[in-house]
């Protein structure tokens, strides 16, 4: 009996560990800045913890009074200030720049009198009173832009020199350089800096010059503390540096168990705390802390190619891992850069990605960007690398397919719910209702029949050619042809003869230096000149905004299809994939769930925050806060522009993702039938045949 027990065991040691085998290990986080044995901090940093600052993202300027943050937010035509996240005081005007001092805020507004611009300068405490105002007239023909004042000194930043002014407004010194180059900063010793092409100097305004101090080789300048006067902010942390360019990390974020990105400024408060803030994250509060205080978390990777900083530093996705970062107390985002800071190449960094999903060490989610040279879900999702999120969604009891608006096109288009999005935007066309009538598609006989009979001097669509025509109408056609679950597709047929057909016949218009058309596009259909129009709907008030702009009822028709069915598509702002191979696809889903449910989107994918959006804008009042339509739309949408959008986002069949291979394989076919040499039925038999090996193989 003891015999048959050992051997039973061994059994099950084996077949765990035979379960075991190939997969990736917990990714839950270890604390490098501690150490195990003693629990004493070891890290070459501070130890700090971080959390939410309760204050309005972008604001204007930052300054703490009495142990709490104000902050100075700009409005269209106002500026408010608030204490924490609660405005306290709301200011008329054109202010367009603030620095925050000791007694409260600097603003510099415009002023426009007698033909002549000048500067109106006002120092508001922290309280909302008006402690001083004065008026500065700049050189002519000079622009101002970065401003921060000192205890003796007003400095500006012009559009071709630096311009110091004393306390009353008198100028003291200007100091030329290059047109519309370098930046101020002020420095956390008090004094304001000049910074161009990676260098940092010191300005000498006695001689009325600047006078080079070190070069920022690495990561971006910040004001600094009484100890030093920058910081120098990186992918891993944050560094002091002093005046000679030497450096001392101040917090590096993988000792403490934090991962935080898109920093871009950093503000030193009292007790030792620091208060980061970038262009789209939310605002963190770094503090320090006792090594008993770091606890372990969860660490999921989130990777992203092209890892373009400027797509992320306005990306809303890194706005999203910000700010669940800033409230989960167990789980962290890390975004991970594919290339490596642009070491490896696209090409160079998707390959080592497949590497390392076939060793079990790619990433726990993958952030997709749609666009030339972007990374692609369909290769993933053919070789099942992607999990199914309809999984998760019909699990939640919070939750279920229908409250996610695309969640079904998503699925028709690929093969199953493979990625989600924070929002969505749509690409259509529109025309006149009294030249379209009332539809949401158009076919394309009718798109030829129109394009004959047009006058020459007008336009069906602006900037149309052949290749792009087929472009947007074969890659919509091969999203409703390639059914990915079963591994077949369907070309051989008439519809996708007649789209052949039609980019092969339509009538070319190619922009070009010699016929530029310039104007507004709802005079130009109105005049007759163009028939239809190109909209991107990014906003529950964008067709309101059209409608207004236009005068008078279009129809929305989108690109022409075979039947005649809804011609506009859902295009996901940067959605994500959950790898198959992540270890935790429950906490994947958690951050998921959050990055919908939370949006501040004007049209997320969310069903409930999309309706909470269109109810505001019902009841948007002309001082409300604004919207991404606010500039030409004053007080509410109507309730026909409200069913106009609604109706329209339920007659969207489809999304703009799609397989690029299926799309390569239409174009190279099509190029014979486009000479001549291959009649348009020929055409759809070879782009079936190859299509078909090509699904199939992917089944």
């Known amino acids: 009996m003891k015999q048959r027990i050992m051997a039973g065991l061994l059994l099950l040691c084996l077949a765990l560990s035979l379960c075991a085998c190939g997969k990736k290990e917990e990714t839950t986080a270890s604390v490098p800045g501690v150490d195990a044995q003693s629990g004493a901090w070891i890290g070459q940093g501070g130890c700090f913890t971080a959390e939410r600052a309760r204050m309005p993202k972008g604001a204007l300027a930052v300054g703490e009074y009495e142990g709490e943050l104000y902050a100075l937010t700009m409005g269209m035509e106002f500026c408010s200030l608030c204490r924490g996240e609660t405005e306290i005081k709301r200011l008329d005007g054109h202010i367009y720049d603030a ?58 930043n012009s559009s071709d020199a630096l311009l110091l002014y004393d306390l ?61 006067p920058f910081f120098r902010i990186q992918s891993e942390g944050i560094y002091r540096l002093h005046p000679d360019g030497s450096a001392a990390p101040l917090v590096l974020w993988e000792e403490c168990g934090l991962a935080i990105s898109g920093v871009s400024e950093v503000l030193a408060l009292d007790g030792g705390r620091y208060l980061l803030t970038g262009e789209n994250i939310t605002p963190l509060l770094l503090s320090p802390a006792a090594p008993s205080e770091i606890k372990p978390r969860v660490i999921l990777t989130l990777g992203v190619l092209p890892a373009d900083p400027r797509v992320l530093q306005f990306s809303s996705v890194s706005a999203a891992v910000s700010a669940f970062n800033a409230e989960s107390p167990d789980l962290t985002i890390k975004l991970e850069d594919l290339t490596d800071g642009g070491t490896f190449t696209v090409e160079a960094a998707i390959s ?44 939640d009891p919070d939750m279920t397919l229908a409250d996610i608006l695309p969640a079904e096109a998503i699925a028709r288009d690929c093969g199953g719910l493979y990625l989600l999005a924070e929002s969505f935007s749509i690409d259509s066309r529109v025309g006149l209702k009294s030249r379209f009538g009332d539809r949401w598609g158009w ?138 191979a992540s270890r935790h696809p429950a906490e994947c889903w958690r951050f998921l769930k959050y990055v919908l449910t939370q949006s501040e989107q004007t049209l997320p994918c969310y069903r409930p925050l999309l309706e909470e959006r269109i109810d505001a804008a019902r009841n948007r009042t002309d001082d409300s806060e604004p919207l991404l339509y606010a500039e030409m739309l004053k007080g509410p949408i109507s309730e026909s522009d409200a069913a106009l959008l609604t109706d329209l986002l339920a007659h969207i069949e489809h999304t703009t993702l799609y397989d690029q291979t299926a799309l390569d394989i239409i174009k190279e076919e099509s190029a014979a039938c486009f000479g001549g040499t291959r009649s348009a039925e020929e055409t759809a038999a070879m782009v079936q045949s190859r299509i078909s090996i090509y699904v199939s193989e992917r089944h």
């Not at 800096?193 to 009325?208: H, K, M």
């Not at 390392?356 to 070789?383: N, T, V």
Request: proline content about 5%; aromatic content about 10%; some cysteine.
């Open 443 to 580: 076919r394309f006989d009718e798109y030829l029949e129109m394009d004959r009979s047009r006058p020459e001097d007008s336009l069906l669509m602006y900037n149309i050619t052949r290749d792009y025509f087929l472009e947007q109408c074969a890659a919509r056609f091969a999203r409703s042809a390639i059914d990915w679950k079963s591994g077949t597709c369907d070309f051989q047929n008439r519809a996708f003869a007649d789209l052949l057909e039609t980019s092969k016949s339509i009538r070319e218009n190619p922009e070009d230096p010699n016929n530029m058309v310039f104007g507004l596009p709802w005079t130009m259909l109105h005049d007759g000149y163009l028939l239809t129009d190109a909209v991107f709907i990014n906003s529950v008030g964008s067709l309101a905004v059209y409608r207004q702009s236009l005068g008078e009822d279009f129809s929305v028709i989108g690109w022409p299809t075979p039947d005649g069915s809804c011609g506009s598509d859902f295009r996901l702002s940067e959605p994500i994939a959950v790898l198959t």
């Open 99 to 156: 620095c925050a001092v000791k007694e409260g805020f600097w603003l510099n507004e415009d002023l426009y009198e007698d033909g002549r611009a000048s500067q109106k300068l006002s120092l508001l405490s922290f309280t909302g009173e008006t402690m001083r105002q004065l008026t500065l007239t700049p050189p002519d023909g000079t622009i101002l832009r970065k401003m921060y004042v000192t205890d003796s000194r007003i400095c500006f």
């Open 352 to 395: 080592r990605l497949n590497t390392r999903i076939a060793a079990g060490d790619g990433p726990d989610m993958l952030f997709f960007q749609q666009g030339p040279g972007a990374l692609s879900p369909f290769p993933l999702i053919h070789q099942g690398l992607l999990r199914d999120l309809s999984v998760d969604v019909e699990a």
């Open 168 to 228: 009353d407004g008198t100028l003291k010194a200007s100091i030329p350089h290059g047109e519309w180059q370098g930046e101020l900063l002020m420095g956390g010793d008090g004094a304001v800096y000049y910074l161009e092409d990676g260098a940092v100097y010191a300005i000498n305004e006695e001689n009325a010059r600047v006078e080079p101090l070190f070069s920022l080789e690495q990561g971006t300048l910040s004001c600094g503390d009484g100890e030093t």
